[in-house]
């Protein structure tokens, strides 16, 4: 899920790597071990490279309905496996 964009041209920090201008703080929304956590994750990209932004965010693969196992970090529900959500930690 995303929680903030930010263009280089429109900050003057955090240091953004050569061949990047923009940076992506996103929340993944599964707990994950060892705190049962959500967990947010930070990437940066070149705007040049980026798709056209959606109508609306996608549905995470394996989600499911609040009433199906629990709210996102409220400690019940599913815990992800290996490699779903991008490092798999």
Known sequence: MPVVQLFAADVTEPPFPGGTDVMRLLWC???????????????RHDSATLAPV????????????????????????????EGECRGGE
């Not at 929304?29 to 990437?43: I, M, N, Q, S």
């Open 29 to 43: 929304p599964f707990d994950h071990l060892p705190y049962y956590a959500p967990r947010p994750e930070l990437y």
């Open 54 to 81: 959606p109508d609306g965010p996608p549905r995470p693969e394996g989600a499911r309905e609040a009433s199906a196992g629990g709210k996102p970090g409220s400690g019940r529900g599913r815990v992800p496996g």
